[in-house]
């Protein structure tokens, strides 16, 4: 007899939705995660009173009404609203790409002079349907807000040309024409009082829970002790990257106590020329509006991806989907074992999505 209904890999958002969902269901689960600690990328670490987020900013936004109340079950929310602000060699910009952007950039007022001047700057495509990343962004906000905060950051952050990446990417971000600095278009966004671990810790409070446990170290005893295996870790490592190694990118996270009160007065302030060797730096009391002495500052330097380092971004290129796919394959054919998440299913996945992924992989087990 085995112990545990399920094995669930990986203790970040989606094995956590997941290993709640099969419990509320009276089903057993052991929760395993290869990290010191549960919550997978979005774990906070509590450094003098404020709750950094470690593995890079997390802001949580929806649209879907019933998501928002799900994880107001968990924890309640504050009412940030990201709108982040570009530094490009000292010239500072307001993001999203709004009506304050553009007139700061080119002294428009009303909107109808902003879509001119889109307009005439886009020409240059002459038409075409947009192809790739560069092409996308010209033909959404120009080619002096491509050159100015976009290209430098784009080619940081993925390590690529931008005419090599999909025009998907940028289209993350709204554009808008209106003097609104939200980064997003939900309607409902914060972040959770007390931090991200009181989400997941409530959310895996009927489940066992093992810690400094790698999969792959303990194979087989893992296997043995469930009927089901939920695994939420990279695709290719668990077919011995048989058809290849998918591509992510990485970061290094460089975190500094400072001993002043307000240290950019925002949360996230990204940098967008191509020189300066990190893509954001980001305040994490702002996500709380803290006023303590001390702060603590966080810079994003992007990195490729090499085996042994934190896989945060999949690169979703013709390459890499090609290989995904075929690992995706034989990922169907499994009848004891199911992939999620941003890992197991190689997809730029927000914690909404996540959260919605996970509910309905349950509810395909379970049938209801
Ligand atoms: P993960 O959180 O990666 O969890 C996977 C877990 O599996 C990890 O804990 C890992 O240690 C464990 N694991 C892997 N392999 C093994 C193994 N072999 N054995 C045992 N354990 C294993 N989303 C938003 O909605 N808003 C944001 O503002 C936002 N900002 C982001 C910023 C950054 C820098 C990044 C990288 C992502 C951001 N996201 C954001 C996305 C968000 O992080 C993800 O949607 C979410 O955390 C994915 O959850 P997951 O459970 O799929 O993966
Ligand atoms: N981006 C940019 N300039 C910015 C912010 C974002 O060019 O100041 C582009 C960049 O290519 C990035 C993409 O928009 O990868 C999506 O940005 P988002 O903030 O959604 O990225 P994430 O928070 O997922 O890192």
């Given amino acids: 007899m085995k112990k545990y209904?399920?094995?669930?890999?990986?203790?970040?958002?989606?094995?956590?939705?997941?290993?709640?969902?099969?419990?509320?269901?009276?089903?057993?689960?052991?929760?395993?995660d290869k990290r010191n600690h549960v919550g997978g990328n979005i774990y906070c670490e509590n450094i003098e009173g404020i709750n950094v987020h470690k593995y890079g900013a997390h802001i949580f936004h929806t649209n879907d009404e019933e998501i928002w109340n799900y994880v107001n079950e968990f924890a309640e929310f504050n009412r940030f609203t990201n709108s982040p602000i570009a530094n490009f060699n000292g010239e500072i910009y307001n993001l999203p790409f709004n009506m304050n952007t553009f007139n700061k950039l080119w002294g428009v007022i009303t909107p109808q002079e902003a879509k001119d001047r889109i307009e005439e700057q886009k020409a240059i495509l002459k038409n075409k349907k947009p192809e790739n990343l560069e092409e996308q962004a010209i033909s959404l906000v120009g080619t002096d807000i491509y050159e100015k905060l976009i290209k430098g950051y784009t080619e940081k952050q993925w390590g690529r040309s931008a005419t090599e990446l999909p025009p998907f990417i940028i289209k993350r971000l709204p554009v808008r024409f209106t003097y609104d600095n939200n980064y997003f278009n939900d309607r409902y966004q914060g972040i959770p009082i007390g931090g991200y671990n009181v989400i997941i810790e409530n959310l895996l409070r009927n489940c066992d829970i093992r810690l400094n446990t790698n999969y792959f170290e303990n194979r087989e005893e893992l296997d043995s002790l469930a009927k089901k295996v939920l695994f939420t870790g990279m695709i290719d490592e668990y077919y011995g990257y048989k058809y290849g190694v998918l591509e992510y990118r990485s970061l290094r996270f460089d975190t500094e106590l400072l001993q002043q009160q307000n240290y950019q007065g925002n949360a996230v302030v990204n940098y967008t020329d191509r020189e300066t060797p990190f893509t954001r730096i980001i305040e994490h009391k702002h996500f709380e509006f803290k006023t303590s002495e001390s702060t603590v500052i966080t810079r994003e330097y992007p990195m490729e991806w090499k085996s042994g380092d934190e896989p945060y971004y999949p690169v979703l290129d013709e390459k890499n989907l090609d290989i995904y796919n075929k690992y995706k394959a034989l990922g169907e054919k499994e009848e004891t074992l199911i992939f999620g998440g941003r890992l197991g299913e190689y997809k730029y996945y927000d914690m909404h999505n996540i959260v919605r992924a996970a509910i309905e992989k349950v509810k395909e087990e379970f049938k209801n």
Avoid: N, P, Q, T
């Fill in 5 to 32: 209904d399920y094995l669930v890999v990986g203790a970040g958002l989606y094995g956590a939705v997941f290993a709640h969902e099969v419990s509320k269901r009276g089903k057993s689960c052991l929760v395993i």
